[in-house]
């Protein structure tokens, strides 16, 4: 990928996919390599363009059928592939077999399915059935659907912002990383995440992937903190 920032530091991609070893894999290669233990298949951007679609399919209706959890980052390139209409449907298309997902007001635009970014996700959250979906927005609210209950969790104010790089990749990361320390990562919990977690501690992974997406933020270029480093982000002032 050649990134270059326009005035405001807005990050723009140029993909080049031709020819790359991380396509050159067949769905019995990943059949044949998935660990037995394996508690989560997490996938996207990328990954999902037309090209890879029906390997992917396959992948993740495996994993429904083995009953492990998916995780799905839309992340939207529309400058990966020419066909940006079978691309933007094939993402579609998987969202039934994902049961947590990562979105943002930025990946949302394209598909056209609501004025506001709020009401996309919900639209987006209905088209998956059940499970947890989180959109970004920046600065303003982070947002967490489920079933239940809508949960929002405002950023923390920066000042210090050097590159967006990265960004989206750490606050989802942190946030697959905090559910799974918890042990919360199984599907009963992700399914039904309010009586399973609870609101409080859904707000305590989102301030946790969020504190991962400022850190990332003021630095130059992806560099995702380590735990440590979040968890000073989120100490109390001594």
Known sequence: ALITKDQADHPTYQLYRQGIADKDISFSEIEAHLPSDLKIMHTGSLALTPSQLPKIRKLLQLMNERSITVSLDINIRLGATQDTAAYLQGVRSLLPFADIVKTSDEDLEPFEFAPTALEAAQITFQEMGSGI?????????????????????????????????????????????????????????????????????????????????????????????????????LAPPQ
Not at 172 to 178: E, I, K, S, T
Not at 221 to 229: K, N, R, T
Request: glycine share 6%; aromatic share 8%; hydrophobic share 50%.
């Open 133 to 233: 979906l989180v959109l970004t927005q920046g600065q303003a609210d982070t947002v967490l659907f489920t079933a239940d209950a809508t949960i929002k969790q405002k950023p923390e104010t920066l000042t210090n912002i050097q590159d967006a790089i990265g960004a989206g990749d750490s606050f989802y990361a942190a946030f697959l990383a905090f559910l799974c320390r918890k042990q919360l990562w199984h599907l009963d919990a992700v399914h039904n995440p309010i009586e399973a977690m609870g609101v409080a501690t859904l707000q305590d992974a989102l301030r946790f992937a969020n504190a991962a997406a400022a850190i990332n933020l003021s630095r130059i270029g992806c560099s995702p903190p380590i735990l440590g480093e979040i968890e000073d982000f």
